[in-house]
């Protein structure tokens, strides 16, 4: 019980300086972006000001600042780190935000075993993909042996993370996934699957049909 205590401590530290970060560097875009990416979400109403009334609308709305928009041509990331005082700037923050620079997939897994009650073993469904180790001692611990993850995933520490935006699904739940992914997209006029760029839209839009609020476990 106490190894799981610290491994969560270490969990929600590590979300905690996550929320930090991903609220500050959204911080710089200014009121028109936001509502742009917002209507590109459904998040906003005939009034024009953002509805987040849902859980995980807020962090959907931030990745898509974060990891697609850009100022003046360049990541936010790099413009918000550039900001930072060396001296006073949390390590742990400054490798998080390093990490998002690298690598990072918005993709879907399946579980397949897990490990040392903070690992995750998941398999790809999409033919490009890669197996990953997620490392999440809560989810570890409430999840179930056949769920499906999708989300934004970076590196870290010789695993994988997923970056505030994670949608559960029952394992029996691939079959209706991949019908929906196969559908056209009216914005690409082409199936959902073959536009990666639209996955986080896509994702975001299924899991509230009928993904598992990861609230509620």
Same mark, same amino acid.
């Given at each position: 019980?106490?190894?799981?205590?610290?491994?969560?401590?270490?969990?929600?530290?590590?979300?905690?300086?996550?929320?930090?970060?991903?609220?500050?560097?959204?911080?710089?875009?200014?009121?028109?972006?936001?509502?742009?990416?917002? $209507?590109?979400?459904?998040?906003?109403?005939?009034?024009?000001?953002?509805?987040?009334? $849902?859980?995980?609308?807020?962090?959907?709305?931030?990745?898509?600042?974060?990891?697609?928009?850009?100022?003046?041509?360049?990541?936010?990331?790099?413009?918000?780190?550039?900001?930072?005082?060396?001296?006073?700037?949390?390590?742990?923050?400054?490798?998080?935000?390093?990490? %998002?620079?690298?690598?990072?997939?918005?993709?879907?897994?399946?579980?397949?075993?897990?490990?040392?009650?903070?690992?995750?073993?998941?398999?790809?469904?999409?033919?490009?993909?890669?197996?990953?180790?997620?490392?999440?001692?809560?989810?570890?611990?409430?999840?179930?042996?056949?769920?499906?993850?999708?989300?934004?995933?970076?590196?870290?520490?010789?695993?994988?993370?997923?970056?505030?935006?994670? %949608?559960?699904?029952?394992?029996?739940?691939?079959? $209706?996934?991949?019908?929906?992914?196969?559908?056209?997209?009216?914005?690409?006029?082409?199936?959902?699957?073959?536009?990666?760029?639209?996955?986080?839209?896509?994702?975001?839009?299924? %899991?509230?049909?009928?993904?598992?609020?990861?609230?509620?476990?």
């Amino acid at each position: 019980m106490f190894l799981f205590r610290k491994e969560q401590r270490e969990h929600n530290l590590l979300q905690q300086r996550m929320t930090k970060v991903n609220t500050a560097v959204a911080k710089l875009f200014d009121g028109p972006s936001i509502a742009r990416v917002g $209507k590109e979400l459904g998040l906003l109403g005939k009034d024009n000001k953002l509805r987040l009334e $849902k859980g995980g609308d807020s962090s959907a709305l931030v990745d898509l600042l974060i990891f697609r928009e850009l100022l003046d041509g360049r990541s936010p990331v790099t413009v918000y780190l550039e900001q930072q005082n060396d001296e006073f700037f949390p390590a742990l923050q400054r490798e998080l935000l390093e990490a %998002y620079l690298g690598e990072s997939r918005f993709s879907v897994f399946q579980m397949i075993s897990r490990r040392e009650r903070r690992f995750l073993e998941l398999k790809p469904l999409l033919p490009d993909g890669d197996a990953i180790v997620l490392d999440d001692a809560v989810l570890a611990k409430v999840a179930d042996d056949d769920w499906i993850l999708a989300g934004r995933f970076i590196p870290w520490k010789g695993n994988w993370i997923h970056a505030d935006v994670i %949608y559960a699904f029952d394992g029996s739940a691939r079959e $209706k996934i991949f019908f929906e992914f196969d559908k056209v997209d009216p914005v690409t006029d082409q199936s959902f699957l073959a536009s990666p760029e639209r996955y986080p839209h896509f994702f975001f839009r299924i %899991y509230r049909e009928f993904g598992i609020p990861l609230g509620n476990r």
